[in-house]
């Protein structure tokens, strides 16, 4: 060490060094997902947000995983592309067993929880909050784990503003024998909540449902709105005083 990186107070750099991600810098926002009849329904905008800014109007953040599972991120998008690329992994080296048998949505979430408690552990942890959800011999599984570990199975999940806007309308309207346009109507209210909430959701949607047959994914859609609303046009109206 020589003796300005002394008075600097500085190490020399190493090849050894490395770098944790502070914060996410392209992020998705909330993902939806509830149990219906026949299996799962889930939802996410198509936004991808650089700050506050809208950048990207078009990324897909439900992706089917191996046979029996569909999974959901909001957060930082390279990440989910991280995640997406060790499920890869994953679901190759159990195909090669060739043994009839495939890893079920319970086995996938269980390595999802141990993935980002790990990362959690090192300080480096995936910025993502993830839903999983699955249709195997007739079970249905829905999940959410996010980025430090913490996780849990219910009958309906959200991540990012959905787990404040939308699932108390979940627990008002959700019930177990929900048919599929059922279904899809709650999620598309909760979105419609959402679209006019928050910043960083952008009127494009993608929805997949899973079942036992196998994962359909629709065409991205956008639903019709109306801004005309007192309370959009003038905001602070009535307001005067409330300091």
């Not at 249905?140 to 939308?166: C, P, Q, R, W």
């Not at 006019?196 to 009127?203: G, M």
């Not at 997949?208 to 959009?232: D, M, N, Q």
Request: net charge negative; with cysteine.
């Amino acid at each position: 060490m020589d003796h300005q990186e002394q008075r600097d107070g500085k190490l020399p750099s190493s090849e050894d060094d490395s770098e944790r991600t502070l914060y996410p810098y392209v992020t998705g926002t909330s993902v939806l997902a509830i149990k219906y009849k026949d299996g799962i329904l889930m939802v996410a905008d198509m936004g991808g947000s650089y700050g506050s800014t809208l950048r990207y109007k078009s990324v897909e953040r439900i992706k089917p995983i191996g046979k029996h599972s569909l999974l959901g991120a909001s957060g930082e998008l390279s990440d989910f592309q991280e995640i997406l690329r060790y499920l890869d992994e994953l679901i190759l080296y159990d195909n090669m067993w060739d043994d009839g048998n495939s890893l079920g949505p319970k086995e996938v979430f269980n390595y999802l929880t141990r993935v980002m408690y790990n990362r959690r552990n090192k300080f480096n942890p995936l910025w993502n909050s993830l839903v999983l959800g699955g249709v195997k011999n007739g079970q249905k599984y829905l999940g959410m784990v996010s980025m430090i570990g913490v996780h849990f199975e219910d009958n309906h999940v959200a991540t990012g503003f959905g787990n404040h806007l939308a699932r108390p309308i979940f627990r008002e309207e959700w019930h177990e024998n929900m048919s599929f346009e059922d279904g899809v109507k709650l999620l598309e209210k909760c979105m419609k909540v959402l679209l006019y909430r928050d910043r960083s959701a952008v009127n494009k949607l993608q929805m997949a449902k899973i079942t036992e047959e196998g994962v359909t994914t629709y065409k991205p859609y956008s639903l019709r709105t109306h801004w005309g609303y007192s309370a959009f046009e003038n905001p602070t109206v009535g307001a005067e005083g409330s300091w």
